[in-house]
Nanobody
Framework: QVQLVESGGGLVQAGGSLRLSCAASGRTFSSLPMGWFRQAPGKERQFVAR????????YYAESVKGRFIISRDNAKNTGYLQMNSLKPEDTAVYYC???????????????????WGQGTQVTVSS
């Protein structure tokens, strides 16, 4: 079992930056891939970024490529999403998720993930 707690959301002006954190409990975190997803009001949850179990491979949605950076510190059982050059269309609730598929690179599909955090609100004003 893995429990996830996000933090770091907030209100920021367009062009600004935020860093989201995802603190995980459970000794298996370091062997599992992690992803970030987001859901805007009235829209479906969408893939943002994912990182493999070791942190050596990362993948991004086209809409955030070059602006967001996903990372993880397995020694701290924590994942991160650095968000730069934020745009109003980035406004959403952001969720971290972990897939129970050890030593893999994860997936872009939300239903492939087994554990989810409660979400953190990111609001970007224009």
């Amino acid at each position: 079992q893995v429990q996830l707690v996000e933090s770091g959301g907030g209100l920021v002006q367009a062009g600004g930056s935020l860093r989201l954190s995802c603190a995980a409990s459970g000794r298996t975190f370091s062997s599992l891939p992690m992803g970030w997803f987001r859901q805007a009001p009235g829209k479906e949850r969408q893939f943002v970024a994912r990182i493999n179990w070791s942190g050596g491979r990362t993948y991004y949605a086209e809409s955030v490529k070059g602006r967001f950076i996903i990372s993880r510190d397995n020694a701290k059982n924590t994942g991160y999403l650095q968000m730069n050059s934020l745009k109003p269309e980035d406004t959403a609730v952001y969720y971290c998720a972990v897939r129970n598929y050890p030593y893999s690179s994860g997936s872009d599909v939300d239903y492939d993930y087994n554990y989810w955090g409660q979400g953190t609100q990111v609001t970007v004003s224009s």
